[in-house]
């Protein structure tokens, strides 16, 4: 396993000034606003309600 | 199988939080099938959200700009009085089919069902999706906890696992992995709720399940966190809190309108990851992976 979160080197830790970490947000997904199968979701028939259910966010 | 009654009470728990509905007598309502393990038994007694439901002839969506727009089937518009969400889809027209208001805690709420959207001879899950997922991450920003798009278990020792990942990272994947060991607990598969009680960090099943089809009721202690990564090996890195906390809060479900609701799941997830160790799993999809992860948490 290796420790991602400490310095390399023995002893005191060097200073390492801040730093910006950017991660992946996918918006699409965050918001709760698609199903993945486009289109059909919502009150269009018994089957579709079940598909969309299956298939968003997976 | 689906039960289909009329003019009833329907009331599950998810994430530790109940939810009433009493429905119009003339409306044929029924669970979805993931939502049937999550029924309460006690269905009358007073909930954590109690909703009532009923028809409209016709919705509209408010003259006015929503205080945020999903882009896709939902909108907000937020007042003093409260919260109001309008459900709209291409496939039924320009109208809203759904339209739900909830007072400022999301305690209570109405939803509104537009009759012409519906056919008659079908049966309604008056929460369904996306409502039943946004009431949910509403209530959780208001100090509750958080919801996360990840797959969560409680291994045969009792030790509880939480995997992040968007969607492709592998969380179904990897829930089949942990499928074929014996003693192993899955909670779901694509959604955790997060909460905090008496000092220690709780992992909630839930009906919204993936690809594996996980979806339990219950509940596991959250021991350890990973980060999905697809690599051609095994291998498990610790992550600085901070990170950790950043990367879970890209695959966390927040209202992003609010400022109180984003200032608090930041908060939250910046707790969990100073008490609670976060690791990124790169993994390849073999038995291999799950001794990656015990030997990641010795």
């Known amino acids: ?58 | 199988m689906k039960e289909q009654t009329k003019g009833t009470r329907l009331a599950v728990s998810i994430g530790g939080f109940s939810f009433g509905m009493w429905c119009a007598r003339d409306m044929a309502v029924a669970l979805d099938p993931e939502h049937e393990s999550f029924l309460l038994a006690s269905a009358n007694d007073t909930c954590h959200f109690e909703l009532d439901i009923s028809w409209a002839d016709g919705l509209a969506v408010p003259n006015r700009e929503p205080s945020f727009s999903s882009g896709g089937l939902w909108s907000a518009y937020a007042c003093g009085t409260g919260t109001k969400f309008y459900f709209s889809s291409p496939a039924v027209g320009p109208a809203p089919y759904k339209a739900a208001w909830f007072d400022p805690s999301f305690e209570r709420g109405h939803i509104v069902l537009n009759r012409a959207s519906f056919p008659q001879e079908s049966s309604i899950f008056p929460l369904e999706y996306p409502l039943d997922e946004l009431a949910m991450m509403h209530r959780l920003s208001l100090g509750q906890g958080v919801e996360v798009h990840a797959l969560g278990l409680a291994d045969l020792d009792g030790r509880g696992y939480l995997f992040l990942g968007h969607s492709g990272a592998g969380k179904s994947t990897t829930a089949r992995l942990w499928m074929a060991q014996p003693g192993v607990n899955l909670l779901s598969d694509d959604r955790i709720i997060l909460r905090k009680h008496q000092e220690r960090y709780w992992m909630y099943g839930t009906p919204w399940h993936g690809d594996a089809g996980v979806a339990s009721p219950h509940r596991a202690a959250l021991s350890a966190i990973f980060l999905l990564e697809q690599a051609p090996f095994n291998e498990t890195a610790l992550l600085p809190a901070p990170t950790g906390a950043a990367e879970m809060f890209a695959r966390a479900f927040v209202p992003h309108y609010l400022e109180y609701g984003i200032r608090f799941t930041l908060d939250f997830l910046d707790q969990i990851t100073r008490s609670v160790p976060c690791f990124i799993l790169r993994f390849t999809p073999t038995p291999e992976a799950v001794e990656a992860v015990r030997y990641a948490h010795v």
């Open chain 1, 1 to 58: 396993m290796k420790d991602e979160s400490k310095p390399e080197s023995k002893g005191k830790p060097a200073y390492r000034p801040p730093q910006v970490v950017r991660v992946s947000l996918r918006p699409e997904e965050a918001v709760l606003g698609h199903c993945k199968v486009a289109g059909v979701t919502g009150p269009i028939s018994g089957s579709c309600r079940t598909l969309f259910c299956k298939t968003f966010g997976s």
